[in-house]
């Protein structure tokens, strides 16, 4: 899996609590995104970096926020979970904007009760 | 704003058959297209990724070809396997956009033994 991990890979959790995903990368790509995957809207942008402490937001960045302080870990944080954030999340990765194949994580499996 | 479309959105065949996916997308200005493979549970796997200067590209049964001037991509796949039964999606990154890559809903192909 080009040398990505995400964790937790499943987690439950309650309305209005934070959570935050990490995705953590062995490949030393500038590169990462934060998607989510939904049925009958495939998958989602929500957040992408880069490079270290840069940022910026995709398609569906609202009730989102991430950071990115190494090269190796990109974190997604929902700050006040709601249930319209229950999904699977994806973290990709890649060495060159635009002309890179993007490599995918596992996933994590998202449920806000 | 670009929309990447797959159909059909399911097919069965029996093993042995050659076959063919399609995708299409709105926008020509793309930097490159890509074509994903999806397992229940998993991450995406990166099968063949299109320049937009190129017509196609090939990786052993597998082909995929683009016509950027009329928004079309198909995935070629010869003498089909069950191994081969998983969700293929398509994503294109397009030109002067901030949408990053934009996905297709999917075609989930079932091959039967």
């Known amino acids: 899996d080009a040398g990505i991990t995400q964790s937790p890979r499943h987690k439950v959790t309650e309305t209005g609590t934070p959570v935050t995903l990490r995705c953590h990368q062995t490949?030393?790509?500038?590169?990462m995104y934060w998607y989510r995957q939904d049925p009958g809207h495939g998958l989602r942008l929500i957040h992408y970096s880069y490079g270290v402490k840069d940022t910026d937001k995709g398609e569906v960045s609202d009730g989102y926020s991430v950071s990115r302080s190494k090269t190796e870990d990109f974190l997604l944080t929902l700050e006040s979970a709601t249930s319209s954030q229950t999904s699977v999340y994806f973290c990709?990765?890649?060495?060159?904007?635009?002309?890179?194949?993007?490599?995918f994580g596992n996933g994590t499996r998202l449920t806000v009760t | 704003k670009q929309e990447v479309t797959q159909i059909p959105a399911a097919l069965s065949v029996p093993e042995g058959e050659n076959l063919v996916l399609n995708c299409s997308f709105t926008?020509?200005?793309?930097?490159?297209l890509q074509w994903f493979r999806q397992d229940p549970g998993k991450g995406l796997t990166s099968l063949l990724l299109?320049?937009?200067?190129?017509r196609e590209q090939t990786s052993g049964r597998l082909n995929a070809s683009l016509d950027k001037s009329s928004g079309r991509s198909t995935l070629y796949i010869a003498a089909s396997q069950p191994g081969d039964s998983a969700t293929y999606l398509c994503a294109v990154i397009t030109q002067g956009g901030s949408e990053k890559l934009v996905f297709g809903k999917g075609t989930k192909l079932t091959v039967n033994p």
């Open positions: 926008d020509s200005a793309i930097y490159n």
């Open positions: 299109i320049q937009s200067s190129q």
């Open positions: 490949e030393n790509h500038r590169y």
């Open positions: 990709a990765i890649s060495s060159r904007e635009n002309y890179s194949p993007l490599h």
